[in-house]
């Protein structure tokens, strides 16, 4: 993920300015007056204290996916990944962390280990409790630094970065789109195969799924497959490179 993020003294300008850009800075925003939503990408940097951050730190190489958490009282249940050359290491440090508990991996190949477990501490979810905001997975964590999405009304955005200002985080804003609520751009099908294919990791390099993979998995022929998922990849790219500017 790059470098470590410096502290936000300031917010950048997608928390104030007018209601609609031509699109020639990046931020798509809708017409003033729609019903709006914000979805933007975050870099955090982790606190002390937490086992993903000493995870994390002592295996810098290392990726950490959180899939998915739901708190418990004072415990977490998680589903997380490793990601690395070798992970056994990384696992062995996870499940030997005093904060960590029932570690069961659940499945172990090509760099990879996706494990259940139960998480003594939960300030990896603090900040966004305190923002009332749910967390999106997955949750990346590389060398103390995590990378995650959200989705808010511009209300709940400004107030996201609020609570982060007000307990000292120190984050970065990497990217935001401003849209319609309700509006997206690829089709009912189009979301579909490309979800499916991110999924089975048809875009990891090198790839884990073959194109007729995922066509199995959709239940559609090969040139569909392909035509529909290079559209869909396209209209991504255009609305997250372009904003509303055509091609």
Same mark, same amino acid.
């Given at each position: 993920?790059?470098?470590? @993020?410096?502290?936000?003294?300031?917010? @950048?300008?997608?928390?104030?300015? @007018?209601?609609?850009?031509?699109?020639?800075?990046?931020?798509?925003?809708?017409?003033?007056?729609?019903?709006?939503?914000?979805?933007?990408? !975050?870099?955090?940097?982790?606190?002390?204290?937490?086992?993903?951050?000493? +995870?994390?730190?002592?295996? $810098? &190489?290392?990726?950490?996916?959180?899939?998915?958490?739901? $708190?418990?009282?004072?415990?977490?249940?998680?589903?997380?990944?490793?990601?690395?050359?070798?992970?056994?290491?990384?696992?062995?440090?996870?499940?030997?962390? $005093?904060?960590?508990? &029932?570690?069961?991996?659940?499945?172990?190949?090509?760099?990879?280990?996706?494990?259940?477990?139960?998480?003594?501490?939960?300030?990896?979810?603090? !900040?966004?409790?305190?923002?009332?905001?749910?967390?999106?997975? @997955?949750?990346?964590?590389?060398?103390?630094?995590?990378?995650?999405?959200?989705?808010?009304?511009?209300?709940?955005?400004?107030?996201?970065?609020?609570?982060?200002?007000?307990?000292?985080?120190?984050?970065?804003?990497?990217?935001?789109?401003?849209?319609?609520?309700?509006?997206? $751009?690829?089709?009912?099908?189009?979301?579909?195969?490309?979800?499916?294919?991110?999924?089975?990791?048809?875009?990891?390099? =090198?790839?884990?799924?073959?194109?007729?993979? +995922?066509?199995?998995?959709?239940?559609?022929?090969?040139?569909?497959?392909?035509?529909?998922?290079?559209?869909?990849?396209?209209?991504?790219?255009?609305?997250?490179?372009?904003?509303?500017? =055509?091609?």
């Amino acid at each position: 993920m790059g470098e470590r @993020p410096g502290t936000s003294g300031e917010r @950048p300008d997608v928390y104030s300015g @007018p209601s609609r850009t031509d699109g020639r800075d990046g931020h798509e925003r809708p017409t003033a007056g729609a019903a709006a939503v914000i979805r933007a990408r !975050f870099r955090l940097a982790l606190r002390e204290g937490m086992w993903v951050t000493a +995870v994390s730190t002592r295996f $810098p &190489d290392a990726t950490l996916r959180l899939l998915t958490g739901v $708190p418990m009282g004072d415990r977490a249940l998680e589903l997380g990944e490793v990601r690395a050359d070798d992970p056994a290491p990384v696992v062995e440090a996870i499940r030997s962390h $005093p904060d960590i508990s &029932d570690y069961e991996a659940l499945w172990t190949g090509d760099g990879r280990t996706i494990a259940q477990y139960e998480a003594v501490e939960q300030g990896l979810y603090e !900040f966004l409790w305190a923002s009332s905001l749910p967390p999106e997975f @997955p949750i990346v964590v590389e060398d103390g630094v995590m990378e995650f999405d959200l989705t808010a009304t511009r209300a709940g955005f400004d107030a996201f970065g609020e609570t982060l200002e007000a307990n000292g985080h120190d984050y970065e804003l990497l990217s935001v789109v401003h849209a319609t609520e309700g509006e997206g $751009p690829l089709t009912a099908r189009q979301r579909e195969c490309v979800t499916t294919a991110l999924r089975l990791g048809y875009f990891e390099v =090198p790839r884990r799924a073959t194109l007729a993979e +995922v066509a199995d998995a959709l239940d559609i022929d090969k040139s569909t497959a392909s035509e529909t998922i290079r559209r869909g990849t396209a209209r991504v790219m255009e609305r997250f490179l372009l904003g509303d500017e =055509p091609m």
